[in-house]
């Protein structure tokens, strides 16, 4: 078995792939809501940084 091997994936595969790294995202903000607080303002400010470079990576294209 390949475990970093090149796969080919249908749209509805994605969506699955997305709703459930969503669900696993509400699940740990529930669960670890005071942990997050704490690092709201670095997370966000990476947030920020990440938006940006995608978003001048893919007018560049």
Same mark, same amino acid.
């Given at each position: 078995?390949?475990?970093?091997?090149?796969?080919?994936?249908?749209?509805?595969?994605?969506?699955?792939?997305?709703?459930?790294?969503?669900? $696993?995202? $509400?699940?740990?903000?529930?669960?670890?809501?005071?942990?997050?607080?704490?690092?709201?303002?670095?997370?966000?400010?990476?947030?920020?940084?990440?938006?940006?470079?995608?978003?001048?990576?893919?007018?560049?294209?």
């Amino acid at each position: 078995m390949k475990l970093f091997g090149k796969y080919t994936f249908h749209w509805w595969q994605l969506g699955i792939l997305k709703l459930s790294i969503i669900t $696993l995202g $509400l699940i740990i903000g529930a669960s670890w809501s005071q942990t997050v607080q704490q690092v709201m303002y670095p997370l966000g400010v990476l947030f920020v940084i990440s938006s940006v470079y995608i978003i001048v990576v893919s007018l560049k294209q």
